[in-house]
């Protein structure tokens, strides 16, 4: 299985239950159940920074997915701890 089809498939088991939403100017990040549209994960300063830059390098390495799928398979391991 090559990777992108790894970030496919992450994005989709999270898409099933969440957004993200990213704001790059605070920055922070809010992983938002769809069910109820609460935040189920909210992170800002240095933890938003991390996930931001692990996106945004995962996403220009692989130049073949879109960023919001990266964004949504990094969030992956977030919704596997609640």
């Keep these: 299985m090559k990777e992108h089809d790894i970030i496919n498939e992450q994005a989709q088991y999270v898409s099933q239950t969440h957004t993200i939403d990213t704001n790059f100017s605070i920055p922070s990040v809010a ?14 300063s240095h933890e938003a920074d991390e ?12 130049q073949t997915v879109s960023y919001d799928v990266v964004e949504l398979s990094v969030a992956k391991p977030y919704i596997d701890c609640l």
Excluded: G, H, M, Y
């Design 51 to 62: 996930f931001i830059a692990q996106v945004t390098a995962l996403w220009q390495r692989l």
């Design 31 to 44: 992983i938002i159940n769809k069910d109820t549209n609460e935040t189920d994960i909210f992170l800002q």
